[in-house]
């Protein structure tokens, strides 16, 4: 009886593990594919595009591609203009919307909650319904910098940076992880004479990492990802990302090669953000039930 | 040294004067990501800027594929160059919209340019081209030999009837996957360039140019009807692909999968590369005379530019034959001129692909020129897509009148 159960176990943890891989392998198969064909011709990349040598290293392998694809566009400019702009807001973003969800959970203030409604009320406007007002906005907007007081905000980093620090899906995030925190310890605090900002900073910000990673990875993708914003404020190409260089290689002809490469490149930073974060991710999802 | 130091000092400020006479213009250009295409404009404005000392042109290149809207967003935000460039179809939008001014150069100057080129919306000239694109028939000498087929002439086009007979006997000869290309994988402005063409030699069009306000009977009239049910036939009867994917369209007829592509002298130089006996046939007449698209992207001056004369120096200097000559070298495109045609490689009398000056010269027709085209463009591309996949002719054809002539009426008749 002991050996059937023992059997049975066995056998649903080879299931289990047959499933995952089965999963895991349509997930990475697509950056196989990408990583492999950045290593071949043009002409082998569509001859393997068919059939299994698609998913690996074989026929013609070289860097080539990687070669071309920085003679054709500026990448390592591209690369660091959207690890500059993404780091820049993602940073700010946290501070700017993780008190805003603070001052909405544990601070009495008259019209709380009807701010915090129209701020949650943004959620359903699609970024291009203010798009063309925002452009409109920011092209005469002054600014005081090195060269004194200047007017128009467009071909800058700032111009990519401040419009997206404060959104109202990232203080959603926040206000709803902060009501589940204790608030006997908010209270405790005050009652010890704590200030706000020692509560947030001592107190709430330790507790809340898992959503700290969460609400950085998602902001991180949608800026990292922009494409329509940066293509009308940036006419200079010293200021476009890496969405926007994308297009660079799509030509009469397209060279897939390059195309491949190029991705392989610009996928490497959001890869490595999102090991990095991962634990605290998935359990934030564990105890949010937030889906990315 | 008193001498010296007011030698050194008349040098300097005379130095700094001219450096403050010389007026800097800016300038867009759709071709970043084109390694050639970017040397040779460059290299026109390097010369440009040290032939005079009034004007210093600067250029920011953008990819094509997001130039049009770039430009868009620029103008919204009061943020035009003094030159840009712009496809020849859209210019007569950009200047209805106010986004364009005319150009101040000496039209004799350019009398001898092909018509594509020149870009003219009401009565005045607003754009210039130093090259036009054509699109032939592209097969191979050894597929009409063991097809027993005439080669058609520029005089002596194929009828609709013989055309319909060729892609038949390659049908039937069971060598090809499918006897017709037409590069269905291409979307977007390769419709109305290379499709609609189709549509006015069977006597129809996307609009009706004599007055610009209708799309009525010119879009669903019996001759559109014709085109309709011909186009639905090449799919339906297997003679085309109603879907292709873009690795098919660069490299299907190269292995073999066609018999007929319908494609662009741009790509013609790899197509002789991969057949030598690669032969580029006229359009077929299909009953109001053999057609082909014609305008290519163009150099124009922006209406907010503040120094238009300075633009149209620039432009005038950069319509010289030897810069003419240079882009076809570099890119492949049909210089504007017989007399640049005469400097290349492939367009001189001879040459691999002189045939496309030929076609362009006597079949070339441009886009309607409204400034309604950019959006009768994406309605005539939906409409063909959705014929070719199967969707009745007469419904889908009246569906595209109406949504063309709604647009005109929302538009006031777009100036016309």
Same mark, same amino acid.
């Given at each position: 009886?002991?050996?059937?159960?023992?059997?049975? !176990?066995?056998?649903? +943890?080879?299931?289990?593990? %047959?499933? @995952?891989? *089965?999963?895991?392998?349509?997930?990475?198969? /697509? &950056?196989?594919?990408?990583?492999?064909?950045?290593?071949?011709?043009?002409?082998?990349?569509?001859?393997?595009?068919?059939?299994?040598?698609?998913?690996?290293?074989?026929?013609?392998?070289?860097?080539?591609?990687?070669?071309?694809?920085?003679?054709?566009?500026?990448?390592?400019?591209?690369?660091?203009?959207?690890?500059?702009?993404?780091?820049?807001?993602?940073?700010?973003?946290?501070?700017?919307?993780?008190?805003?969800?603070?001052?909405?959970?544990?601070?009495?203030?008259?019209? !709380?909650?009807?701010? +915090?409604?129209?701020?949650? %009320?943004? @959620?359903? *406007?699609?970024?291009?319904?203010?798009?063309? /007002? &925002?452009?409109?906005?920011?092209?005469?907007?002054?600014?005081?910098?090195?060269?004194?007081?200047?007017?128009?905000?467009?071909?800058?980093?700032?111009?990519?940076?401040?419009?997206?620090?404060?959104?109202?899906?990232?203080?959603?995030?926040?206000?709803?992880?902060?009501?589940?925190?204790?608030?006997?310890?908010?209270?405790?605090?005050?009652?010890?004479?704590?200030?706000?900002?020692?509560?947030?900073?001592?107190?709430?910000?330790?507790?809340?990492?898992?959503?700290?990673?969460?609400?950085?990875?998602?902001?991180?993708?949608?800026?990292?990802?922009?494409? *329509?914003?940066?293509?009308?404020?940036?006419?200079?190409?010293?200021?476009?990302?890496?969405?926007?260089?994308?297009?660079?290689?799509?030509?009469?002809?397209?060279?897939?090669?390059?195309?491949?490469?190029?991705?392989?490149?610009?996928?490497?930073?959001?890869?490595?953000?999102?090991?990095?974060?991962?634990?605290?991710?998935?359990?934030?999802?564990?105890?949010?039930?937030?889906?990315? | 040294?008193?001498?010296?130091?007011?030698?050194?000092?008349?040098?300097?400020?005379?130095?700094?004067?001219?450096?403050?006479?010389?007026?800097?213009?800016?300038?867009?250009?759709?071709?970043?990501?084109?390694?050639?295409?970017?040397?040779?404009?460059?290299?026109?404005?390097?010369?440009?800027?040290?032939?005079?000392?009034?004007?210093?042109?600067?250029?920011?290149?953008?990819?094509?594929?997001?130039?049009?809207?770039?430009?868009?967003?620029?103008?919204?935000?009061?943020?035009?160059?003094?030159?840009?460039?712009?496809?020849?179809?859209?210019?007569?939008?950009?200047?209805?919209?106010?986004?364009?001014?005319?150009?101040?150069?000496?039209?004799?100057?350019?009398?001898?340019?092909?018509?594509?080129?020149?870009?003219?919306?009401?009565?005045?000239?607003?754009?210039?081209?130093?090259?036009?694109?054509?699109?032939?028939?592209?097969?191979?000498?050894?597929?009409?030999?063991?097809?027993?087929?005439?080669?058609?002439?520029?005089?002596?086009?194929?009828?609709?009837?013989?055309?319909?007979?060729?892609?038949?006997?390659?049908?039937?000869?069971?060598?090809?996957?499918?006897?017709?290309?037409?590069?269905?994988?291409?979307?977007?402005?390769?419709?109305?360039?290379?499709?609609?063409?189709?549509?006015?030699?069977?006597?129809?069009?996307?609009?009706?140019?004599?007055?610009?306000?209708?799309?009525?009977?010119?879009?669903?009239?019996?001759?559109?009807?014709?085109?309709?049910?011909?186009?639905?036939?090449?799919?339906?009867?297997?003679?085309?692909?109603?879907?292709?994917?873009?690795?098919?369209?660069?490299?299907?007829?190269?292995?073999?999968?066609?018999?007929?592509?319908?494609?662009?002298?741009?790509?013609?130089?790899?197509?002789?590369?991969?057949?030598?006996?690669?032969?580029?046939?006229?359009?077929?007449?299909?009953?109001?005379?053999?057609?082909?698209?014609?305008?290519?992207?163009?150099?124009?001056?922006?209406?907010?530019?503040?120094?238009?004369?300075?633009?149209?120096?620039?432009?005038?200097?950069?319509?010289?034959?030897?810069?003419?000559?240079?882009?076809?070298?570099?890119?492949?495109?049909?210089?504007?001129?017989?007399?640049?045609?005469?400097?290349?490689?492939?367009?001189?009398?001879?040459?691999?692909?002189?045939?496309?000056?030929?076609?362009?010269?006597?079949?070339?027709?441009?886009?309607?020129?409204?400034?309604?085209?950019?959006?009768?463009?994406?309605?005539?591309?939906?409409?063909?897509?959705?014929?070719?996949?199967?969707?009745?002719?007469?419904?889908?054809?009246?569906?595209?009148?109406?949504?063309?002539?709604?647009?005109?009426?929302?538009?006031?008749?777009?100036?016309?």
């Amino acid at each position: 009886m002991a050996m059937i159960a023992a059997d049975n !176990r066995g056998l649903r +943890l080879v299931t289990r593990y %047959a499933v @995952l891989v *089965l999963i895991a392998i349509i997930f990475v198969f /697509p &950056l196989v594919f990408m990583l492999m064909s950045s290593l071949k011709p043009d002409q082998q990349l569509l001859q393997d595009s068919g059939n299994l040598r698609a998913f690996l290293p074989v026929g013609d392998i070289s860097l080539q591609n990687y070669t071309d694809a920085f003679q054709r566009a500026p990448v390592a400019t591209f690369v660091f203009n959207s690890v500059l702009v993404t780091g820049v807001t993602v940073a700010l973003s946290l501070l700017l919307c993780s008190a805003a969800g603070f001052a909405f959970v544990f601070v009495r203030w008259r019209g !709380r909650d009807t701010l +915090l409604a129209l701020l949650l %009320a943004t @959620l359903i *406007l699609p970024f291009e319904t203010i798009a063309i /007002p &925002l452009l409109m906005m920011v092209a005469n907007l002054p600014w005081v910098g090195m060269e004194g007081l200047t007017w128009g905000w467009l071909n800058s980093y700032r111009v990519q940076i401040i419009p997206f620090i404060a959104d109202g899906l990232t203080v959603f995030l926040f206000v709803q992880y902060f009501k589940d925190l204790p608030g006997e310890l908010i209270e405790a605090a005050r009652v010890e004479g704590a200030s706000w900002w020692q509560i947030y900073r001592k107190i709430v910000m330790p507790l809340s990492g898992p959503i700290f990673a969460t609400a950085a990875i998602l902001k991180f993708l949608v800026m990292y990802n922009q494409y *329509l914003w940066p293509l009308m404020v940036t006419q200079e190409e010293g200021y476009r990302p890496v969405m926007v260089g994308l297009q660079y290689f799509f030509q009469l002809n397209v060279a897939w090669g390059e195309v491949m490469a190029y991705l392989s490149m610009i996928t490497v930073p959001v890869l490595a953000f999102y090991l990095y974060l991962q634990k605290a991710f998935i359990a934030s999802i564990a105890s949010t039930g937030v889906k990315g | 040294m008193k001498m010296f130091t007011l030698a050194a000092s008349a040098a300097i400020l005379a130095w700094g004067s001219a450096a403050q006479a010389q007026q800097t213009l800016s300038m867009w250009y759709h071709g970043a990501g084109n390694e050639v295409e970017s040397k040779i404009i460059n290299q026109i404005i390097a010369d440009f800027n040290a032939s005079q000392a009034d004007w210093k042109v600067e250029l920011q290149s953008f990819p094509q594929a997001a130039y049009n809207d770039s430009v868009v967003a620029g103008a919204l935000a009061g943020n035009l160059p003094d030159i840009l460039d712009v496809d020849g179809p859209v210019m007569p939008n950009w200047a209805w919209a106010g986004y364009m001014q005319p150009l101040q150069i000496d039209e004799a100057k350019i009398e001898a340019f092909l018509p594509g080129p020149k870009g003219y919306w009401d009565g005045k000239l607003y754009s210039i081209g130093l090259w036009d694109a054509a699109v032939a028939l592209v097969t191979r000498q050894a597929y009409l030999d063991e097809l027993g087929l005439r080669t058609p002439t520029l005089e002596q086009p194929w009828t609709k009837d013989e055309f319909m007979a060729a892609l038949d006997a390659a049908k039937a000869s069971g060598k090809f996957e499918y006897a017709f290309d037409p590069g269905m994988a291409w979307t977007g402005e390769w419709y109305p360039y290379a499709f609609s063409p189709f549509l006015q030699s069977f006597g129809g069009d996307i609009v009706d140019r004599t007055t610009y306000k209708t799309a009525e009977g010119a879009l669903n009239g019996d001759a559109a009807m014709a085109f309709g049910e011909w186009w639905q036939g090449l799919f339906k009867n297997g003679y085309a692909p109603a879907t292709q994917d873009p690795a098919d369209r660069d490299g299907g007829f190269a292995a073999g999968k066609y018999a007929f592509s319908w494609n662009g002298n741009w790509a013609a130089l790899n197509t002789l590369k991969a057949f030598p006996d690669t032969v580029f046939l006229p359009s077929p007449d299909f009953g109001n005379g053999p057609k082909i698209g014609a305008a290519s992207w163009q150099f124009g001056i922006s209406a907010s530019s503040k120094y238009p004369e300075g633009a149209s120096a620039f432009i005038e200097f950069a319509l010289q034959d030897k810069y003419l000559a240079d882009f076809s070298n570099g890119i492949g495109l049909i210089p504007a001129t017989k007399t640049a045609a005469a400097m290349t490689e492939n367009y001189k009398d001879g040459g691999p692909m002189a045939v496309f000056f030929g076609l362009t010269e006597a079949q070339a027709l441009v886009r309607p020129v409204t400034p309604g085209y950019v959006v009768q463009a994406k309605v005539f591309e939906k409409a063909l897509a959705d014929i070719a996949n199967g969707a009745d002719v007469a419904s889908t054809l009246d569906a595209a009148t109406d949504e063309i002539n709604a647009d005109i009426e929302k538009n006031g008749g777009y100036g016309h």
